[in-house]
């Protein structure tokens, strides 16, 4: 068969071989076969040019892991649209901001994202009016000179004018559209921190997608193949679960699992009765699950475990696999490489803190602002080159890989003699004090070994003295003062003084990612806060 040139025809092409297998499972009970797939794809295509959404609108999607999520998803690509799925529990001013940002002319919800959708949908018009609305925040004019009020497509009841229904999209005959025949077509923006900080939305082609679905679908012995049943816990609108995991899905014609949010115990026991075989989950979950009784017996079914999205400790995967036999794979990827770079399935062995050896047809280097391309393990800015990467930010495709394909991460790493990667930290969480640089992820570790922290997390602030200095906010339950102090006596004796914590804050939990990664972020906001006296 001809390569595609959409991700949609991965749809096609499985309907025409299996139609009468599954596909899709929700939690709930429905399904779709694969020829039943192709039939709502198509609908759902048909329905997006009968309201006047074309090749090159935006359509973007408010929705958790469920079939019309899938099936919007794939139908807009398929009508030559541009896919924008973006996290259903977003507050409604960060909905307004992505939605006049990327240009969207609908906007699919369901009935319990509609509301927040409704809401920034009239902050838009009002500032569209110039009339903001009291509380409302404000939408930067290059925001807004892009921006349209959308048309709302709700999922079930509750609908109000002007709206439409699902089933009103989806209500007309599957008419053919015709290929584009062009894989360097736009297919989704998919918003992340990027390089800057402020949320981008990455450019991604139907090139990028495709190449890394057929890179991940390269590894011996393969990640994935038809006969095998993959969990999909993992949330659709982020690049692991759209792409490592539907990609793959309808790459090799396996049968996804849908699970609308992770509950340890719930998605043990359907791991159980769906004889779930593969498992891409993100880091924290094996930190639910160790320990609990019967584990090894409950994960019967499963051949293979992912973990990506963030780097695994090497104690919890270590506990994990001591508990059920079970090796993880970790892998490193980002939104903008469509998004696996690197997995351990490709390394000789697994390795405590590895994140392995790139994919065929990924290209991986190390580089020091100083000295150039690195060799050997000293560590540098990891910079990527493939087919799967993305074209720049949205909307004129600013910061994308150079005139030769490299594109820097912001990541820092080294790689070993074998030629497996580990990942070091983030350039920008660097800090830098008295001109020596510090790594927080190795601040972070000496932390988490002190007796009664769970977690922690280093950031570095502006200091009068030092250009920067290190602070700590730990998890704990135990009284805050002797954890301050525990930690205090462990550091010392562990760290440089340049690198030990100035200030130690306890916490009860930090903030997170969907995936569990942590904002750093926010915590940096906190810190801005307290400098300018906003915070005791």
Excluded at 28 to 36: E, V
Excluded at 101 to 112: I, P, Q, T
Excluded at 288 to 316: C, T, Y
Excluded at 498 to 506: G, L
Aim: negative net charge.
């Amino acid at each position: 068969m001809p390569r595609p040139t959409d991700v949609a025809d991965l749809v096609a092409s499985a309907a025409a071989e299996c139609p009468d297998r599954l596909a899709l499972v929700e939690v709930g009970g429905r399904s779709l076969t694969w020829a039943g797939l192709e039939d709502e794809v198509a609908r759902v295509a048909s329905g997006l040019n009968r309201f006047d959404v074309f090749g090159g609108h935006r359509v973007m999607i408010v929705l958790g892991n469920r079939l019309e999520f899938v099936t919007t998803y794939l139908g807009a690509l398929r009508a030559h649209a541009v896919a924008v799925p973006v996290n259903p529990q977003a507050a409604p001013y960060d909905l307004a901001r992505m939605v006049a940002d990327s240009g969207a002319r609908m906007v699919v919800a369901a009935a319990d994202t509609a509301p927040r959708v409704r809401e920034a949908v009239a902050m838009l018009a009002a500032a569209l009016d110039g009339t903001p609305l009291d509380g409302a925040g404000e939408l930067e004019p290059e925001l807004l000179a892009r921006a349209r009020v959308p048309r709302l497509v709700v999922l079930g009841e509750g609908v109000e004018s002007p709206e439409v229904t699902y089933a009103d999209l989806v209500s007309g005959p599957a008419e053919p559209v015709a290929s584009a025949g062009d894989a360097e077509r736009l297919a989704a923006l998919l918003y992340t921190a990027g390089t800057s900080g402020r949320p981008r939305a990455a450019m991604l082609t139907h090139r990028a997608l495709l190449a890394n679905i057929e890179q991940v679908a390269d590894t011996d012995p393969p990640m994935m193949h038809g006969d095998d049943v993959v969990l999909g816990v993992l949330p659709l609108f982020h690049v692991y679960g759209l792409n490592a995991v539907l990609g793959s899905v309808l790459r090799h014609r396996a049968k996804l699992v849908l699970v609308d949010g992770f509950d340890p115990e719930a998605t043990l026991d359907l791991i159980d009765d769906e004889a779930i075989s593969v498992l891409p989950v993100a880091p924290a979950v094996f930190g639910h699950w160790n320990g609990r009784d019967q584990l090894r017996e409950r994960l019967g079914p499963v051949r293979l475990v992912l973990s990506g999205s963030a780097v695994l400790a090497g104690p919890v995967s270590a506990e994990f696999t001591a508990g059920t036999g079970l090796e993880v794979h970790q892998g490193y990827g980002l939104t903008e490489a469509s998004p696996v770079v690197t997995t351990t399935m490709r390394s000789a062995q697994v390795r405590p803190g590895s994140v392995g050896r790139p994919l065929s047809g990924v290209e991986v280097r190390l580089v020091d602002e100083v000295t150039g391309h690195l060799e050997g393990d000293d560590p540098g800015e990891i910079q990527i080159r493939g087919a799967n990467l993305f074209s720049g930010y949205w909307p004129d495709g600013a910061d994308g890989p150079d005139t030769d394909g490299w594109w820097p991460t912001g990541d820092v790493g080294y790689i070993d003699a074998d030629g497996d990667l580990y990942l070091v930290d983030r350039v920008r969480d660097m800090v830098v004090v008295h001109g020596f640089n510090v790594y927080p992820s190795e601040v972070e570790d000496v932390v988490a070994e002190v007796e009664g922290v769970s977690s922690a997390a280093v950031i570095g602030v502006d200091d009068p003295e030092t250009g920067e200095a290190v602070v700590a906010y730990v998890v704990s339950s135990e009284p805050a003062e002797a954890v301050e102090a525990a930690v205090r006596d462990h550091v010392a004796g562990r760290l440089a003084r340049f690198k030990q914590p100035t200030r130690i804050e306890v916490v009860t939990e930090l903030p997170t990612t969907v995936t569990g990664r942590v904002e750093k972020g926010r915590l940096r906001g906190i810190e801005r806060r307290r400098a300018l006296g906003l915070l005791e």
